[in-house]
């Protein structure tokens, strides 16, 4: 099976500009969570989605990130305006219910 | 609240060495205990799991066994190979809203 897709891999932008993920899980999996990982570093859990809807998002600084994960299968994770700290790889995973969770490759985000 | 503490790094050991890889953990009630691998320039891939206590995980040659009494689960391998070289993260999954908590990772360099 197909395992979960991120676009872009890397994404190299000037702070204060906006930037979007994309994040396609396993086909079929409800759960979707957002991380962020900077170097060195465990992931920190973002934002986790249920289907459409918001699960937790206690992490998640909504001053300048938001997440939308529309009709419960892709989702988006933007970022507005970038700060210098917010540079790390942004991981998107999926579950299929309880425990195990699945990886994408992650985006690489570096914010001069 | 729920959290993994697991062995500061770098480690670097030889081929062919024992390597193990500390982990405890803090949780109520009776989470699910897993080993993530991160290869370089890579999204973290699932090792292995365990899901009750005395659960033993084994993959690729390493174990790990859930430990109630001492609330670990150390992960080991008697035999490292190069291929090995990698970021390792224990992780908890609390069963009660499916969420997870990673520790900071341990690296590992084997050396031929």
């Known amino acids: 099976e197909a395992g979960v897709a991120q676009s872009p891999r890397y994404k190299i932008i000037e702070k204060r500009q906006s930037v979007a993920f994309w994040c396609n899980p396993i086909s079929g999996h409800a759960t979707l969570y957002w991380y962020q990982q900077i170097l060195g570093q465990g992931p920190k859990l973002l934002i986790q989605?249920?289907?459409?809807?918001?699960?937790?998002d206690s992490q998640l600084p909504k001053d300048r990130f938001s997440a939308e994960r529309l009709k419960g299968v892709d989702s988006t994770l933007k970022i507005q305006p970038a700060k210098l700290e917010d540079s790390a790889v942004y991981l998107c995973a999926s579950s299929p219910g309880r425990d195990t969770q699945y990886f994408g490759p992650g985006t690489r985000l570096t914010v001069l | 609240g729920d959290s993994v503490t697991q062995m500061e790094g770098p480690v670097t050991l030889s081929e062919e060495a024992f390597l193990t890889i500390n982990c405890t953990y803090t949780a109520t009630g009776y989470p699910s205990l897993f080993w993530y691998v991160q290869y370089p320039g890579e999204g973290l891939q699932l090792l292995l799991k365990a899901t009750k206590a005395d659960d033993k995980g084994s993959n690729k040659g390493f174990e790990a066994t859930y430990r109630k009494e001492t609330t670990s689960f150390h992960l080991e391998k008697g035999s490292v190979q190069v291929s090995d070289s990698a970021v390792y993260f224990c992780?908890?999954?609390?069963?009660?809203?499916?969420?997870?908590?990673f520790g900071t990772g341990t690296s590992l360099t084997v050396i031929p």
């Open positions: 989605f249920q289907n459409n809807g918001v699960v937790d």
């Open positions: 992780a908890l999954n609390t069963n009660t809203g499916n969420q997870f908590y």
